[in-house]
């Protein structure tokens, strides 16, 4: 094993490697936004289509690659962080190149007023420098003057003087040449300045050659010289076909992170490592989350994850029980009706003996006490009886392994129906129960992933303990995020499109064989998803997104109060439209028969979902809405508008919380209603729901 200092920055290998990669990743791509975190790091967040949001982090002196971490930005953007913002923001990525295998980064971007070029430096103190279409320098981070060349505003742009040799250049004579005239210099020192490889990957090549690295160079033979050469070539190949074993190189003892290669390196044989699918994943593991510690400590709240974690274990333990015995109660309850009715004749004539006895004059009380002294003496029907309740007038049976009471006062069927009911009653409080634990399940997974990556830091050295947590990784969001959607009462996924380009999107890319499509039969209709997701289709969910889709098409704008909807499967959606006529963007011809509904009722629901920590508002069909909140109201068409509207929603499911409730609600944006009102527009419905 070798002895070397954790990494600190780029070597040119590691450069050429991510530029590698970047080159697929964000050419193409459009600037949304730029941040400046401290003095020399900056990062863009790019926009490309069809694609999550991506973010290129550039520290000047030290790296380049994408990263999946956020960090808080600055109240107030530094004046450089301004100008990349005038000058860049709504630019496209046009290029980016390594200069001449130097630990300098070229990024070329497509603006309004022509090509713009920032060039990055990785090496030394580094630097930004925005140079214009001329050459000319427009700004950099650093203006400074030097021996060699001016980095000035106005003065034209150059380069440094290249190290070394630009080894994608380089020739066996051009390396025989380095070794002839370097004599008593050792071979390491020799190819890592000359050839401009740096002092780790002079090391590997030697290694994989078969070479000592202190060899002096006037004792190696040709045969050393070929060896070396063609290792090189074997490196470089590897490096600009992209064919990386990317990882992050972890010290003896397991403590800390030590480098962080492209490709897998002999020189660190027998040391334990960590793989990643990409050099920028390894490279944002082992920089943001390890090599930041120079900014600023932070604590690891071990405890406090492990106190969520037993909590949300317990919740999801006593929502399981809870659910296992709504359901056991709704069977029992059903069971009960239906045996009632299978011993219908023995029931009805032994309560009619009963009812018949009272009315004769005896006392409820004298009537059970021969009951139960007729179980004593053993007949029959009376054998089934456990006990009574003279005061509810409640005769308690044990029949088929069931206990259950029969009232007096109802008839026989409606006892009956009462089981049924409650049955029922039962069965609808699961579908809550089990959006509750799903939700509960979903945190926990959170909360347990966060702890282990916890717990990984706090079993570092001291040292090592800082940023890592500052830096959250930032959850990819899920793809029906960027349209309209709710969850049935019954767990089906229910995506609306937004305008034209959604509505194609939605259709083309998101919608399988086995959904089901909805659409309004009215001009400027969004089209409506039921994602299947390998269940059949309910009823129920048809009706609920037809509500959905309904509530939301031109009908609303206009006050109706109610409008046709049909759903189709979609191999019935055709661009093409009778005789082979074009269909408008965002529109789909309907092949075949369509399932209508029929006057649907324009309605919709917003509701409050309260937890320990938040509380936050949720839309979509009614059913749905109850189903998951602890309030919710009823929207329909009406004259309301815009906020007005909005803060007399808040205020009615205000009317249904707890001080405690609404004050976690007081902290959320009332904004967040608007997304769920169909034209931010309609009144509170009055009826009963």
């Not at 239906?338 to 029931?347: E, K, L, P």
């Amino acid at each position: 094993m070798v002895n070397c200092l954790p990494k600190n920055e780029f070597t040119s290998f590691d450069v050429a490697a991510a530029v590698r990669e970047l080159k697929e990743l964000i050419l193409g791509s459009r600037v949304n936004n730029i941040h400046q975190f401290d003095q020399k790091t900056v990062v863009f967040k790019l926009h490309k289509t069809n694609m999550p949001h991506i973010r290129l982090v550039v520290e000047a002196g030290r790296r380049i690659h994408s990263t999946v971490y956020a960090e808080e930005s600055p109240a107030e953007p530094p004046a450089f962080c301004m100008m990349l913002r005038h000058y860049l923001r709504d630019s496209w990525f046009d290029s980016i190149e390594q200069y001449e295998f130097e630990r300098i980064v070229v990024l070329g971007f497509r603006t309004k007023t022509g090509l713009l070029r920032l060039v990055v430096e990785l090496f030394s103190d580094g630097n930004f420098i925005m140079v214009n279409p001329d050459g000319v320098i427009i700004q950099a981070l650093f203006f400074k003057k030097m021996r060699d060349r001016n980095i000035l505003r106005g003065e034209k742009f150059m380069f440094p003087p290249s190290t070394g040799k630009n080894p994608l250049k380089l020739l066996q004579t051009d390396l025989q040449t380095v070794i002839d005239t370097s004599g008593d210099v050792e071979v390491v020192r020799a190819i890592a300045r000359s050839a401009g490889l740096g002092g780790t990957y002079a090391e590997e090549i030697l290694l994989q050659a078969g070479i000592e690295k202190t060899v002096m160079c006037k004792n190696l033979t040709t045969e050393n010289i070929v060896n070396m050469f063609n290792v090189l070539q074997s490196l470089l190949t590897c490096l600009n076909a992209g064919k990386f074993d990317s990882c992050i190189i972890i010290d003896d003892d397991n403590e800390a992170y030590l480098d962080v290669v492209p490709l897998r390196m002999r020189r660190y044989e027998g040391y334990p490592f960590k793989s990643f699918q990409t050099f920028s994943e390894a490279l944002d593991e082992f920089f943001l989350k390890v090599r930041t510690v120079e900014k600023a400590l932070v604590s690891v709240e071990v405890n406090k994850l492990q106190s969520e974690q037993k909590r949300l274990k317990r919740m999801v333990a006593d929502q399981e029980k809870a659910l296992a015995e709504e359901e056991a109660k709704s069977e029992r309850d059903k069971t009960i009706g239906n045996t009632i009715y299978a011993h219908f004749n023995m029931f009805e004539g032994f309560l009619n003996k009963l009812v018949a006895t009272n009315q004769h004059g005896v006392e409820w009380s004298n009537v059970f006490a021969q009951t139960l002294a007729d179980k004593t003496a053993g007949k029959v029907p009376e054998t089934y009886i456990e006990g009574v309740d003279t005061k509810n007038l409640v005769v308690n049976f044990f029949v088929d392994d069931l206990h259950f009471g029969l009232n007096l006062r109802l008839s026989l069927f409606d006892n009956a129906n009462e089981f049924y009911e409650r049955g029922k009653r039962a069965k609808q409080k699961t579908a809550g129960t089990i959006i509750a634990l799903g939700e509960s399940k979903r945190k926990l997974i959170r909360v347990e992933r966060e702890l282990a990556e916890a717990e990984h830091i706090r079993s570092l050295k001291p040292a090592e303990m800082l940023e890592a947590l500052a830096k959250r990784k930032i959850e990819a969001k899920e793809w029906y995020e960027k349209f309209r959607y709710f969850t049935t009462s019954e767990g089906f996924l229910v995506v609306a499109g937004k305008d034209a380009v959604t509505n194609d999107i939605l259709i083309k890319k998101y919608t399988l064989p086995e959904d089901v499509v909805f659409h309004a039969e009215i001009t400027g209709s969004p089209f409506v998803v039921i994602k299947a997701e390998g269940k059949p289709i309910t009823d129920k969910a048809l009706t609920e997104a037809g509500e959905y889709a309904a509530a939301f098409c031109r009908a609303w704008r206009e006050n109706v109060g109610s409008a046709d909807v049909y759903w189709v499967k979609i191999d019935q959606l055709s661009k093409s439209g009778p005789s082979g006529e074009s269909v408008p963007h965002g529109a789909f011809f309907i092949v075949g028969k369509r399932n209508w509904m029929r006057n649907t009722t324009l309605k919709t629901a917003v509701g409050v979902v309260v937890n320990e920590e938040e509380a936050y508002f949720i839309g979509g069909s009614i059913d749905s809405v109850r189903a998951k909140s602890k309030s919710h109201v009823v929207i329909v068409p009406g004259d309301y508008q815009g906020k007005d509207l909005l803060k007399m929603i808040l205020k009615t499911l205000m009317l249904k919380l707890s001080k405690e409730d609404k004050e976690k609600l007081g902290k959320t944006s009332i904004e967040q209603i608007r997304e769920f009102i169909p034209y931010t527009k309609g009144t509170i419905s009055q009826k009963p729901n």
